[in-house]
């Protein structure tokens, strides 16, 4: 069903789904910011996510068959999308402010998706998503422009959590065109993505990888594990499904473009980062471009 032929309360719960989603998505960049803060490890953070996340999906993987264990493109998927992304986002917030992620993860991923779609599949941005790039790409220059300045507690470990930051962003972006490319059901994708991950990624960690659980209060693991291993792993997941349902990919990421806004101008008051005038304009500028970029075109949807 089509988000125009949706009945009106069909569509609330569409744009509730979608709110849901936003606030979820931006949250996860301040709490990521939050535990990259403190004395916990990206390996760590990354181990309480994955372990969370499969003590909830475990009662539910009954379904997975055996072929499914051997597929090498879910394998590659639970690699890209479950380990590396999670490896390099968790260790970049160790250096970046949650400003520089909220631009660099949810706000570049219309430009680096394209690209990726670009080289994997061949396909072209049409014109509206060039603008929204264009959008994109300013907004880029705009936190280049505060780098420059050299001002607002600039340190160069903000390069290092910035090239972390557009790595795991582009591992995203390849992550989600080629799940869409072998046309992955999201479900099974969700629980192999935790499963495979865990299963490859904890002997690693319990055996050679440095931890520092004990540096840390209770409540700082319990947070990091439920927020990113049930909030963000399968709520948020199961929110943005509902939305693409009722209201349409396009329509739905078209409101996603509100977390770098959210989350980047959020963290000033939760977590003490300050916000330049040019780093308010580079999130105005990315979120406004990934807007143009997921917005339905007229000519697509001349009918709504």
């Not at 936190?143 to 557009?166: C, K, N, S």
């Not at 963000?232 to 078209?254: N, S």
């Not at 996603?256 to 780093?279: F, I, N, R």
Request: proline share 6%; net charge positive.
């Amino acid at each position: 069903m089509s988000s125009s032929a949706a009945p009106p309360a069909s569509r609330l719960g569409g744009y509730l789904a979608a709110a849901g989603t936003v606030t979820i998505w931006a949250g996860f960049i301040l709490v990521s910011r939050f535990g990259g803060k403190s004395a916990l490890t990206p390996y760590d953070t990354l181990a309480l996510r994955l372990a969370t996340a499969t003590l909830i999906l475990l009662p539910f993987c009954g379904g997975l068959s055996l072929r499914v264990w051997r597929d090498p493109k879910l394998w590659t998927l639970a690699m890209l999308g479950g380990l590396i992304y999670g490896v390099l986002a968790f260790a970049a917030f160790k250096f970046a402010p949650a400003a520089h992620g909220a631009i660099l993860l949810p706000g570049m991923q219309p430009f680096l998706v394209a690209l990726a779609a670009w080289a994997i599949t061949g396909s072209r941005p049409g014109r509206s998503s060039v603008a929204g790039l264009a959008a994109i790409a300013i907004g880029i220059a705009c936190v280049a422009t505060h780098y420059l300045a050299g001002g607002h507690g600039w340190t160069p470990d903000m390069l290092v959590g910035d090239a972390l930051l557009l790595g795991s962003s582009s591992v995203w972006a390849i992550y989600s065109v080629l799940a869409r490319k072998w046309r992955c059901d999201p479900w099974t994708l969700t629980r192999f993505v935790a499963l495979g991950s865990t299963v490859v990624f904890m002997p690693v960690y319990l055996l050679w990888l440095p931890k520092a659980l004990a540096e840390v209060p209770l409540s700082m693991m319990l947070l990091q594990g439920l927020y990113q291993g049930a909030g963000v792993t399968i709520v948020a997941m199961l929110l943005f499904l509902k939305a693409v349902q009722i209201l349409g990919a396009e329509r739905t990421g078209a409101l996603v473009a509100m977390v770098p806004v959210l989350a980047g101008v959020a963290a000033a008051p939760l977590l003490g980062e300050a916000l330049s005038g040019w780093l308010i304009a580079g999130l105005v500028c990315v979120s406004t471009g990934a807007f143009i970029a997921a917005r339905p075109s007229a000519k697509r949807n001349g009918a709504r």
